[in-house]
């Protein structure tokens, strides 16, 4: 079957940085998105790797591994309002998006 | 109005009403999604319509009816709903469905049945 894994809540201070990890299994692959969704929110697009490598926009990250079936989103210089769910999901090879069931970030002063 | 937009933010309903959700974007898209989204679950992909025709139907029981009478809003008839339907139902909208493309996503309805 698809899967996607990515730890369930994770904390941080204001001002660190935060990785957070996003491995799947999916029949093919075309590319993986993060989404962050604060709560009561709409999710809001973040970033979309298809080839390996990091891929930077301001204070937000994103890396991809397909030979390993990893992605990470690397938050830098967090500030209270980062604090929200984010979201992993695939595309496969049917063009189907595979979500991740979310990482809840909470981040203290 | 811009983006994609949900009516009613939130609905309290009995198993034996029947109520609509309405979405509607205004971002010039052909392909419009209905998801279910529960706590600490992923996103549930309900019903795809591209160019108003269904392309998917992920085996959603029959309680719950889409409509897409054109490419800018999309509907979901509710009818003898169950507690466990209790979640976010979230619409979005892409370019087209085919292809890895960006969704665009409204605030959602949360649904809560009694």
């Known amino acids: 079957g698809q899967n996607i894994d990515q730890p369930t809540e994770m904390t941080a201070t204001e001002g660190a940085i935060v990785q957070i990890n996003c491995t799947y299994q999916?029949?093919?692959?075309?590319?993986l998105f993060w989404y962050q969704q604060h709560a009561g929110e709409a999710p809001t697009f973040l970033s979309y790797?298809?080839l390996d490598g990091l891929e930077e926009k301001g204070r937000f990250s994103s890396f991809l591994s397909r030979s390993k079936g990893y992605s990470y989103l690397l938050l830098k210089e967090l500030q209270m309002k980062d604090s929200a769910s984010y979201l992993c999901?695939?595309?496969?090879?049917?063009?189907?998006?595979?979500w991740g069931a979310g990482t809840k970030l909470i981040i203290k002063p | 109005e811009t983006g994609v937009t949900q009516t009613p933010r939130h609905l309290v309903m009995g198993m034996t009403n029947k109520k609509s959700l309405k979405c509607e974007q205004h971002?010039?898209?052909?392909?419009m999604y209905w998801y279910k989204q529960s706590a600490k679950k992923p996103l549930e992909l309900m019903f795809v319509?591209?160019?108003?025709?269904?392309?998917e139907n992920n085996s959603v029981p029959s309680r719950f009816s889409p409509e897409c009478p054109n490419s800018s809003h999309l509907f979901l008839h509710l009818h003898t709903l169950q507690p466990e339907d209790s979640a976010l139902y979230l619409c979005?909208?892409?370019?087209?469905?085919?292809?890895?493309?960006?969704?665009?996503f409204g605030p959602g309805t949360r649904l809560t049945v009694l």
């Open positions: 979005a909208s892409s370019p087209t469905s085919g292809g890895a493309n960006e969704q665009f």
């Open positions: 971002l010039g898209h052909n392909a």
């Open positions: 319509y591209n160019f108003k025709e269904q392309t």
């Open positions: 999916t029949s093919g692959f075309n590319g």
């Open positions: 790797n298809v």
């Open positions: 999901a695939v595309v496969d090879s049917n063009y189907q998006l595979i």
